[in-house]
């Protein structure tokens, strides 16, 4: 009985003796050894495969702080709507362009929905109108929206509402003529543009870079509509250009004063010579629309007379006759304003 019990003392520390040799990798829990199979396995699913290429780094949208300071924009405190502070940049007219009053027209200048980005198509505009004696007023107006998707067709009132307060504000600014307003739009400010330019009096004059008339707008009826340029690309693949042709169409019915310039080869955004044509075109039209003869009525013209022609008492200038030549070459002229036909 004794040597039985001696033999089963030692075949149990025989046993003891080899568990405690099991390597830990093997001696470990089944539930830690599945985890440990499972990151092996998004480990190697995760590696690139060879001859692929790295993956993109996620999109950061580039500060406009800079292209704000080309353009010598000042930030003011803006404006305060149910409690949030919408930011409104300013770049004040050139000094020497004032009115006799020390005013100026304005521009409201607004972003599309991807808001100012880098401010590359915003700011270079707000400071070639200021050089010709318009203020610029680019409004963030993103700031005055709470909900996430602030760019949401379903907050179209919303956003309106924001605007029809930054037209207030503009006005409001001791050193802006208060029935010279222009706005300039790009994409959804476009759209907002288009709108505002329907409903809101203020509003004296429209230029809408690749936007569209809102269909909710059109769907209410659309009864007036300030001076109004169009710009679009031909292949834009965001808001399409029969858009355009379409805008062109209503403001012909509501015999609305319009230009439409459509750019070959162009997409949502311009490039090279047709982004600078465009700025141009865009300062020309608020200039000829808000600021008007207002440097000649509101100012003494100097005239040297030194450079005045004399002619005796019994003379007379010389008039030209107009002859058909000349309609027909002023009549190609005007044409080229005109919507294009292709």
Known sequence: MAFRQICMISALALMMGSVAAVPAAQAQPRASQKATAQKATA???????????????????????????????????????????????????DMDLLDSDGRSPAVLVLHGAHGLGDGSLFYPQAKALAEKGITAFVVHYFDG?????????????????ILTEAISYVQKQKYVDPDKIGIFGLSLGGFHALSLGSRDERVQAVVNVVGAMPSEVQRKGVHRMPPTLVLHGDRDATVPVRRAYELA???????????????????????????????????????????????????ELEIDIALAPVVPETESLPIRQLTIADEAMWSQAEQGNLPPTN
Do not use: C, M, W
Not at 145 to 161: F, G, M, N, S
């Open 43 to 93: 480990q190697k699913a995760s590696a690139p495969k060879p001859g692929a290429k790295p993956a993109a780094a996620p999109r950061r949208q580039k500060s406009a702080e800079g292209a704000r300071r080309a353009a010598e924009a000042e930030n003011t405190n803006g404006f305060t709507i149910d409690g949030r502070k919408v930011r409104v940049d300013v770049v004040k007219a």
């Open 145 to 161: 929206v709470p909900q996430a998707r602030k760019a949401a067709p379903a907050l179209h009132d919303e956003r309106e509402r």
């Open 249 to 299: 169409s209503l403001l012909d019915d509501l015999g609305a004063e319009h230009e439409v310039k459509i750019y070959k080869g162009q997409g949502h955004t311009f490039r090279g010579e047709a982004k600078e044509d465009s700025i141009n075109r865009t300062v020309e039209f608020f200039e000829r629309h808000l600021a008007g003869d207002r440097g000649l009525l509101d100012k």
